[in-house]
C-alpha cells in the first residue's frame, strides 16, 4: 500500500527526508566503501560457494534419480531400478490424472491457507503485545517459542489427549459456553483436517511471532513518534505507517509458513493415518502412501516432481510477490531520497 | 536263563556297530534337545553377532532366552534397530530395494511374505531347519502362514488371533436374561453368528452408563482386520482362480453390511480409535464385547492392570451361516515372525537364533512373559503349559480354538495396497463420505489396476499359497 495525499504515512516521508538520515558518504570515504563492496562480495560468493557444492553434490543426484524413477516403471517386485522399463511420460498421465491427488492438494491447500491464516494473526498479535520491552519480556519470548521446539509427534499425541470427546478441551469449551460441547476431534471426517490444523497453529504460532518480533522492532521510531505528535491515533498508526512498512515482512511470514504448511506429515500422520475415511490425506500422506505403503516408487517420484512443479510455481509467485513489495517500500524511500536531492 | 556268548558273536558285534557308525547319518538325529540341536548348527557357522530390526516391546521378552545361545553358539543379538512392527514393512522394503546386507532379520507381519519375498530380500529357511532338525510345531494350519510357494521363509514368534470376548458378568445376570429372553424369545448364550453378536451388543448397549457395546475397531489402518473375518465366514474369498476381484459379490456386500451396523453399537470416536484407545476401554469394563487380539486376554486377566479378570468370557469368533453352511473364520494380521536377510551375511546364524526362539521351551518363556504381554501362545505346546496358561487363563482354550480356524488377510504381493484401498473405502463409509453400496464395486476397480501393474501372472501363481494357509475346518473342535 502506498501512502495517500496527507495519510500518516507521508509523515515516514517527510521524517526520513532529513538530511540526518542521509547514508551516501562523502567522497572521502569512498576507498573504504569499496574495500568493504569487495569483502562483502567474498563473503556472499564464500557462502554461496558451499550451498552449489551441497546442491551439486547431494540434491542433484537426488532429483535426478527422481526423474529416472519417474519416467521407468520400477516395481520392487520386478528386478532392479537400473533395469525398470522405460515408460515416458506414462507416469505422468496417471498422476495427474489421479483422483485421490486431486483431493490430495485440495485438502493441502486448505490445510495451509487456514494454518498459515492462523499462525500469523496470533503470532503478529503476540508480538504487537511483547515487542516493546517490557519487565519480563524474555520470561515471555521463551514461553511463546516453546511449542516451536517441540516435537511435532509430541504434539499429536498431546492434542489427542486433550482433544477426546471427554477430554479438557471439550470441558473447556463446556465451561465457557455454559452448555455440554462434544465435539468430535479425532473421529469426525468434517473437523478431523481442522484438528491438525489447530495443533499446527499452536506448533508454529511462534515462527510468525518471531519473524513479526523482528520486523517490528526494525521500525523506525521517528515516523511513529512524528504521527502521534501530529495526533494520530494509536490504530491509525498501526494502519497507516506500521502496516505498510511491514507489508514485506508480513508477506515473507506468510509465505515461508504457506510452504511450511504444504509439507506439514507428522502430526497428520501419526493421528489419522489419512483417515477418518480418506479426511486427512494430504499431498505429503497420500505421497507416503503410495511411496512407501504401495510401493509404488515411480509414480511416487513422478507425483513427486508434479507437487514440485506446483511448489516452485507457489514460490515464484511468492518471490514476485515479494519483490512487488520490495518496490513499494523502495519508491517510499527514493522519494525520500529526491526530497533530499 | 543264561545265554552263553561266543567270542566270535563279540567280534561280528563290535564289526557290525564300526561299520555302522561309518556310515554318513545326521549328526544331530540321536535324541539331542531341539535347543542342543539347534545349537550344534549355529556353533558350526562363522560370522558376527547379529544385527537385527525389531520392536523393543516384543524383543524385551525374547532378550532373556539369549543368554544359553550366546554360551552355546558364541553369539546373539548384537544390536537391534528399534522401530514399531507397524513400520518395519516399509523399513524392509527400503531394505530390498537396495539390497542392503545391513539388518539380518526382521520382525515384522508375517502376511508380508510374498511381498518381501517377491522384492527379493528373504532368505528360504527350510534348508536351515533341516540342518537344525527343527519344525515349527504351531498349532492348526498356523504353521503356514509362514510359507509361500514352498519355502518357509519365516519363524513365527507371536501367534496372534482374534479372540471373541463378551462380559460374563453381564451375561450372568438374571435380570438381563430375561429381559433379553423377553425380547427376542430366546435365550441369552455365547455368540454363534455374528448376527446372535449385533443382537447382543445392541442389548447391553449402555451409552448411559458409559458402557458402548462394541470394543472391535472401526479406524482407517485396523478396521479392515474386522471386515475379513466377517467376509470368510460367509464364503467369501477375494479373488477367482484368474485374479479376478471377486468382492462384490453376495458374502462381500453380507460383510459391509456387518461392518458398517456395528456402527450403532459402537463409540462415536470409534473412527478414530486404534489399540492405544480401545484396549484401556476393553480392561476397564467399558465395553460389552468385541473380537481382538489375543493380547488382550493376558492384559485383561491380570488383576493389577485390569479391572476384568475373571469378568470375561472367551471364545471362537462368531461365524456366520450365509453360505449355507456354519463357517468360523478367525484373522491373524499381523502374525509377528522372524524373517531372514537374504543379502546378509550372517543369514544362518540368524535363521538358528530365530529357531532358537521358536522351540517349545523357548517360546513358553516368551510366550508366558506376564508383563511383556506381546507374543502370544501358537505352539501347540503352549496350550498344555502351566507358565503360558497363567497369563491366558481362561482365554487359553479360546486362542486354541480360534488359531484353528485363523486365516490370513490378503496373502499376496502388494498386500498393504490391496489393504488400504479396501481400508480407505471402507472408513469412508463408515463416517459418511462414501455409500455403502459403492464400496466393492470402488474397491474391485482399484485391485484391477494393482493386479495389472503387479502382474496378473504372478500373482495367479501366488494364489495357491494365499488358499493353503485357510483353516481346513468350518468349525473349531
Redesign the interface.
Known amino acids: 500500500m502506498l501512502p495517500f495525499p496527507g495519510s500518516a504515512l507521508s509523515v515516514v516521508q517527510d521524517m526520513n527526508s532529513s538530511p540526518m538520515t542521509n547514508t551516501q558518504g562523502s567522497p572521502k570515504s569512498r576507498p573504504r566503501q569499496l574495500v568493504h563492496a569487495r569483502a562483502v562480495r567474498r563473503f556472499k560468493w564464500s557462502v554461496l560457494s558451499v550451498l552449489i557444492v551441497v546442491l551439486v553434490a547431494v540434491l542433484f543426484p537426488v532429483l535426478m534419480l527422481q526423474l529416472y524413477f519417474s519416467f521407468h516403471g520400477y516395481?520392487?517386485?520386478?528386478g532392479s531400478?537400473w533395469d525398470a522399463e522405460f515408460v515416458g511420460l506414462e507416469l505422468f498421465e496417471e498422476v495427474v490424472t489421479d483422483p485421490r491427488l486431486g483431493w490430495a492438494i485440495i485438502r493441502s491447500l486448505l490445510f495451509a491457507t487456514g494454518s498459515t491464516i492462523g499462525c500469523f494473526v496470533i503470532g503478529f498479535g503476540l508480538a504487537l503485545l511483547m515487542y516493546r520491552p517490557f519487565r519480563g519480556q524474555a520470561f515471555y519470548y521463551i514461553l511463546f517459542i516453546l511449542p516451536m521446539l517441540t516435537v511435532p509427534i509430541v504434539i499429536a499425541y498431546t492434542g489427542e489427549m486433550l482433544l477426546?470427546?471427554k477430554g479438557p478441551v471439550n470441558d473447556l469449551l463446556s465451561s465457557i459456553l455454559g452448555r455440554q460441547v462434544n465435539i468430535?476431534w479425532?473421529?469426525?471426517?468434517d473437523t478431523?483436517l481442522l484438528t491438525v490444523m489447530v495443533l499446527e497453529v499452536w506448533n508454529w504460532v511462534p515462527f510468525s511471532f518471531i519473524i513479526m518480533m523482528a520486523g517490528l522492532a526494525a521500525l523506525p521510531d521517528e515516523p511513529i513518534e512524528a504521527a502521534k505528535i501530529l495526533g494520530a491515533s494509536k490504530w491509525r498508526v498501526f494502519v497507516e505507517i506500521q502496516l505498510p512498512l511491514l507489508r514485506p515482512v508480513i508477506v515473507l511470514a506468510l509465505i515461508l509458513r504457506f510452504l511450511e504448511a504444504i509439507a506439514e506429515f507428522p502430526k497428520a500422520w501419526s493421528?489419522?493415518?489419512?483417515?477418518?475415511?480418506?479426511?486427512t490425506e494430504t499431498i505429503p500422506t497420500y505421497l507416503y502412501?503410495v511411496t512407501?505403503?504401495?510401493?509404488?516408487?515411480s509414480k511416487g517420484a513422478a507425483m513427486s516432481y508434479v507437487v514440485l512443479l506446483i511448489m516452485v510455481a507457489i514460490v515464484l509467485l511468492a518471490i514476485q510477490i515479494l519483490r512487488r513489495e520490495k518496490m513499494g517500500l523502495d519508491q517510499i524511500y527514493d522519494s525520500r531520497k529526491e526530497t533530499t536531492a | 536263563m543264561s545265554k552263553k556268548i561266543s567270542r566270535r558273536s563279540v567280534v561280528n558285534g563290535g564289526l557290525t556297530m564300526a561299520a555302522l557308525s561309518s556310515l554318513p547319518m545326521p549328526r544331530m538325529a540321536f535324541a539331542a534337545s531341539e535347543e542342543e540341536r539347534i545349537i550344534a548348527a549355529a556353533k558350526a557357522t562363522s560370522g558376527t553377532d547379529l544385527k537385527g530390526m525389531i520392536w523393543s516391546n516384543y524383543y524385551v521378552a525374547m532378550k532373556p532366552t539369549n543368554a544359553p545361545f550366546k554360551q552355546g553358539a558364541g553369539y546373539d543379538v548384537g544390536s537391534i534397530q528399534d522401530i514399531s512392527v507397524f513400520s518395519i514393512p516399509q523399513r524392509a522394503m527400503a531394505e530390498a530395494i537396495t539390497r542392503s546386507p545391513e539388518f539380518d532379520f526382521f520382525h515384522l507381519d508375517s502376511n508380508m511374505i510374498p511381498s518381501l519375498a517377491s522384492a527379493g530380500l528373504l532368505e528360504p529357511l527350510d534348508p536351515y531347519m533341516e540342518k537344525a532338525g527343527f519344525k515349527l510345531n504351531a498349532v492348526g494350519n498356523f504353521g503356514n502362514f509362514m510359507k509361500y510357494k514352498g519355502n518357509t521363509y519365516g519363524i513365527v514368534t507371536d501367534g496372534n488371533v482374534h479372540v471373541h470376548m463378551c462380559r460374563k458378568d453381564m451375561m450372568e445376570n438374571p435380570e438381563e436374561q430375561k429381559g433379553f429372553e423377553d425380547k427376542h424369545g430366546k435365550k441369552m448364550a455365547y455368540p454363534e453368528t455374528w448376527e446372535d453378536d449385533q443382537r447382543l451388543m445392541e442389548w447391553f448397549h449402555r451409552p448411559d452408563k458409559g458402557i458402548w457395546s462394541s470394543g472391535n475397531l472401526r479406524n482407517r489402518p485396523n478396521g479392515v482386520t474386522w471386515w475379513y473375518m466377517y467376509f470368510y465366514s460367509a464364503g467369501g474369498f477375494p479373488f477367482d482362480d484368474d485374479m479376478n476381484p471377486t468382492l462384490n459379490t453376495p458374502a462381500g456386500n453380507y460383510a459391509v453390511e456387518v461392518y458398517l451396523n456395528m456402527k450403532k453399537v459402537s463409540h462415536p470416536e470409534a473412527p478414530g480409535w486404534g489399540t492405544p484407545q480401545m484396549i484401556p476401554r476393553i480392561a476397564s469394563g467399558k465395553i460389552y464385547s468385541c473380537q481382538y487380539w489375543d493380547g488382550a486376554i493376558g492384559l485383561n486377566e491380570n488383576p493389577k492392570k485390569s479391572k476384568t479378570a475373571g469378568k470375561y468370557i472367551y471364545g471362537t469368533v462368531p461365524g456366520s451361516d450365509f453360505s449355507g453352511k456354519r463357517m468360523h473364520r478367525s484373522i491373524s494380521s499381523p502374525v509377528a515372525a522372524i524373517l531372514v536377510n537374504r543379502y546378509s551375511k550372517n543369514k544362518e546364524r540368524a535363521a538358528y537364533m530365530a529357531m532358537w526362539w521358536a522351540t517349545q521351551k523357548n517360546s513358553e518363556t516368551i510366550v508366558g512373559d506376564n508383563v511383556n504381554t506381546f507374543h502370544d501362545p501358537w505352539h501347540v505346546a503352549h496350550f498344555k503349559s502351566d507358565k503360558v496358561y497363567q497369563t491366558y487363563k481362561a482365554g487359553l482354550p479360546a486362542i486354541n480354538s480360534c488359531l484353528q480356524v485363523a486365516s490370513p488377510p490378503i496373502y499376496l504381493t502388494g498386500l498393504l495396497e490391496f489393504q488400504d484401498q479396501l481400508a480407505k473405502n471402507l472408513s469412508e463409509a463408515y463416517v459418511g463420505q462414501r455409500k455403502a453400496k459403492d464400496v466393492l464395486p470402488e474397491t474391485e476397480k482399484a485391485w484391477k489396476k494393482i493386479v495389472r501393474k503387479i502382474g496378473k501372472k504372478k500373482l495367479k501363481a501366488e494364489l495357491a499359497s494365499y488358499k493353503a494357509l485357510f483353516p481346513k475346518v468350518n468349525v473349531p473342535s
Not at chain 1, 479425532?186 to 471426517?189: D, E, H
Not at chain 1, 493421528?271 to 479426511?279: C, E, K, Y
Not at chain 1, 512407501?292 to 516408487?297: A, D, N
Open positions: 516395481s520392487p517386485y520386478g531400478w477426546y470427546q468430535l479425532l473421529a469426525n471426517a478431523a493421528l489419522f493415518q489419512g483417515g477418518p475415511g480418506s479426511a502412501i512407501w505403503q504401495y510401493f509404488e516408487i
